[in-house]
């Protein structure tokens, strides 16, 4: 069992959604986060010469956790929705998960997913 972490453009959270629900995949968790990447954020000129930057940009941060052989389909899925080609797509990051129990039954393991 893993967790994807997936960071993607705020823009593109309810085209990814809709992709993994048409995957089959609906239990998940959404945060909106600030964060930056490599370029450390953005750099801009105002309209009157002025300089910007803002190093920490708003992103959403979606976690769901799958079976193992779920995984790559899952990782898939969000970089065909998320991607747009240019700096700032996200990252996705994949961390196992020990156990996952449903409150409700006491199920645990794959079926409580
Ligand atoms: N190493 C990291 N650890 C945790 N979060 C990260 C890391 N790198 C990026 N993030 C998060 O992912 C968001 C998007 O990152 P971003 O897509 O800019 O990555 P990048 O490595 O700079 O790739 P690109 O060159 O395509 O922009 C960041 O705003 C931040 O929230
Ligand atoms: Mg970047």
Redesign the pocket.
């Known amino acids: 069992m893993n967790k994807v972490e997936a960071?993607i453009r705020p823009e593109r959270l309810s085209i990814v959604v809709s992709a993994l629900a048409e995957e089959g995949f609906h239990g998940l968790n959404v945060s909106h986060?600030?964060?930056?990447?490599?370029?450390r954020g953005i750099a801009y000129v105002g309209r009157a010469g002025q300089s910007y930057v803002v190093d920490?940009?708003p992103?959403v941060?979606l976690e769901i956790v799958v079976r193992d052989h779920d995984t790559q389909r899952v990782i898939d899925t969000i970089i065909t929705a998320a991607r747009t080609g240019?700096?700032?797509?996200?990252?996705i990051?994949v961390i196992p998960v020990a156990n996952a129990i449903r409150v409700r039954t006491g199920e645990n393991g794959d079926v409580a997913l």
Not at 34 to 39: M, S, V
Not at 86 to 91: A, I, L, P, R, T
Request: aromatic letters at 6%.
């Open positions: 960071i986060v600030t964060g930056r990447g490599e370029q920490m940009l992103k941060k240019e700096v700032g797509d996200g990252k990051f």
